[in-house]
């Protein structure tokens, strides 16, 4: 229950392109579901989140759609570019009072061709 | 830059020993949080600080335990080393108030066990 499935582990898109990154739930508590971007060397750095009362959330080129009866939500770059190449990784969280765990999907290695 | 810090970079180490890890936390966050990232095992929460107190515990080994000092920062101290705790620690800190979610990751200290 704890688990966020999280496809595909890879995706090749050419510049410009649209990417869509998928992720799946079953734990109805959480409460909070972010987007994290690492580079090769670096920590996972914070890119867009979403809270289940809202369908999507957009920033930029970055937008989260959610979709709470399904339990799925999902990230979409738009014009993507060679510098978005990067792994990414979904995540939810539960939270009670100060507490917060999060659990993060297995990650998307992408790929954005010139 | 996410303002949370984390010495050393790069520790090697062998089997056996015991070995320390310090995060210093963004300026006014209250939480740290400690995660474990392997190429099996993904991007795993170990165990979260809360003003200096355990606040949630992920899947964090007997062999290791963590503190937060008064100052706030945070350190996870790993003993009884086996080849299979070679892996990037992260630590990441959030203002953990009422409606804060966001955790910003530190770059992380890669551990090799020889």
């Known amino acids: 229950q704890q688990q966020v499935k999280q496809s595909p582990q890879s995706l090749i898109v050419q510049k410009g392109g649209i990417s869509i990154i998928n992720c799946a739930y079953e734990?109805?508590?959480?409460?909070?579901f972010p987007w994290y971007q690492q580079f090769p060397g670096k920590g996972p750095a914070l890119l867009i989140a979403?809270?289940?009362?809202?369908s999507e959330k957009k920033e930029g080129r970055f937008t989260i759609s959610f979709n709470k009866s399904a339990k799925q939500f999902s990230l979409h770059i738009m014009d993507s570019q060679p510098g978005d190449s990067a792994t990414y990784f979904c995540a939810a969280a539960i939270s009670s009072g100060s507490a917060r765990q999060l659990t993060f999907g297995s990650g998307t290695q992408l790929t954005v061709l010139p | 830059d996410s303002g949370v810090t984390q010495t050393p970079k790069h520790l090697i180490t062998a089997t056996g020993q015991r070995v320390t890890l310090r995060c210093s936390p963004r300026s006014g966050d209250l939480s740290v949080y400690w995660y474990q990232q392997s190429l099996d095992q993904g991007l795993q929460f170990l165990i979260q600080y809360y003003n200096g107190e355990e606040r949630a515990k992920g899947n964090i080994l007997e062999r290791f335990s963590a503190q937060q000092f008064p100052d706030l920062h945070s350190e996870l101290n790993l003993s009884s080393l086996e080849l299979g705790d070679s892996a990037l620690y992260f630590c990441a800190s959030s203002v953990s108030g009422a409606g804060s979610y966001e955790q910003y990751f530190g770059p992380g200290t890669r551990l090799t066990v020889t």
């Open positions: 979403i809270r289940p009362d809202v």
């Open positions: 734990n109805t508590a959480f409460d909070y």
